[in-house]
């Protein structure tokens, strides 16, 4: 197969590659940067991986060329256009602006418009299947029920703009596939998180956010703040000698709601299994990368707590009188805590289809929530 990968420098995206590149898929990365910039990036993050197993040519073979979602055309010459879109089997699309608080332009730019990009060049390769990466929050404010791989409306708004961009390009893809008969997949993962953080300069996980946010509150913008909150990491202190409210902090939140993690390796495992073994369509499918438990949002609160010693931290339905700290954590992690404010689960009918014997993944527990948070740097005095 030939394959062409967009986001081969994300978080998710360079560990499909290493998938595809353990099957022995020809590949070639399309992304910004010159093919020389390309190339160390993706060589950096890839090799940093250790699963699965690659021989010792793999990244070698592996084709690169300059484009950018947010240019007309992608910013391929004609020339590049034939190269990359020439015996092309399957195109990954895993490339996209994931931001909770971006202005709703470029967001739609990148995402929507640059899908959109995507599937003009698809339309030069009839014979390619598209594989779009989604996510699993299209379902938007829905807080409750059994999520189908087939639902998609926007009846109940969306929390952030960056769900509504990937529900907008989700439409537009069902679209194209109609209207071309075309083979498109979709694959909604959830939250993906991995025990084994990555180096600075390679791609990092989101968590990674919310403990520089909750971090980062704590140390404040004044010397007396942060001097309280070194004395809070150095462990416990004595009740009189340390005030509550740098010790005791609230959340607001539903203390019921939970997250849907799912371990990055194995979203990816599962993907590229899934994309190998699906039957061709002239239609759009969509499997939901989700884990077939949700965390409660308690359970990661108390991973947060092991992570900075001697924090509380406790989830409230109201935050009345909020002192200056909590009102920071409120004002800053209002994007991260409306997606723990869900009950909802989510259908796999199709994934465990496609996936076939691939094992459920492990069950997402405090000890693994503790090694997912340990690995973000949090600068005291930032």
């Not at 926007?154 to 439409?171: C, I, M, P, V, W």
């Not at 071309?180 to 993962?189: A, S, Y």
Request: hydrophobic share 40%.
């Amino acid at each position: 197969m030939s394959v062409l990968l967009t986001g081969a420098t994300g978080f998710l995206g360079c560990r499909i590659l290493r998938e595809l590149l353990a099957r022995g898929e020809e590949v070639t990365v399309l992304g910004r940067g010159t093919p020389d910039e390309l190339r160390a990036r993706v060589d950096a993050a890839v090799t940093w991986l250790d699963a699965p197993p690659l021989s010792a040519d793999a990244l070698a073979g592996v084709r690169y060329v300059s484009g950018d979602l947010t240019q007309p055309g992608l910013g391929l010459t004609p020339e590049d256009r034939a190269r990359v879109t020439q015996g092309l089997t399957a195109l990954w699309h895993c490339a996209a602006m994931i931001a909770l608080e971006a202005e709703p332009a470029p967001l739609h730019h990148a995402n929507v418009i640059g899908t959109r990009r995507v599937l003009e060049l698809a339309d030069e390769a009839p014979g390619a299947r598209v594989l779009f990466v989604s996510t699993a929050y299209v379902a938007g404010r829905r807080r409750t029920g059994h999520v189908m791989e087939s639902d998609l409306r926007d009846g109940d708004g969306f929390q952030t703009l960056y769900e509504e961009s990937k529900y907008t390009a989700e439409r537009l893809l069902h679209t194209w596939a109609r209207n071309g008969n075309r083979d498109v997949t979709v694959f909604r993962p959830s939250l993906l998180v991995t025990d084994r953080p990555a180096p600075e300069g390679l791609p990092q996980q989101s968590t990674d956010v919310a403990v520089r946010l909750v971090g980062g509150t704590l140390m404040g913008d004044r010397a007396a703040e942060q001097s309280a909150v070194r004395a809070l990491l150095a462990g416990p202190r004595d009740a009189d000698t340390q005030p509550l409210e740098i010790r005791q902090y609230r959340l607001k939140g539903d203390p019921e709601g939970t997250l849907n993690l799912l371990q990055v390796d194995y979203a990816a495992r599962v993907m590229v299994t899934a994309a190998v073994r699906a039957e061709p369509t002239q239609s759009v499918r969509t499997l939901h990368v989700t884990h077939p438990e949700n965390v409660r949002l308690s359970a990661v609160t108390s991973a947060l707590q092991t992570r900075f010693p001697g924090l509380s931290l406790t989830i409230t339905p109201k935050l009345t009188h909020p002192t200056v700290l909590e009102q920071l954590l409120a004002k800053h992690g209002a994007p991260l805590l409306t997606f723990s404010a869900h009950q909802r689960t989510y259908d796999r009918s199709n994934l465990l289809a496609a996936a076939g014997d691939l094992p459920a993944p492990a069950p997402i527990e405090h000890d693994y929530l503790r090694r997912v948070f340990a690995g973000a740097e949090v600068p005291l005095g930032a």
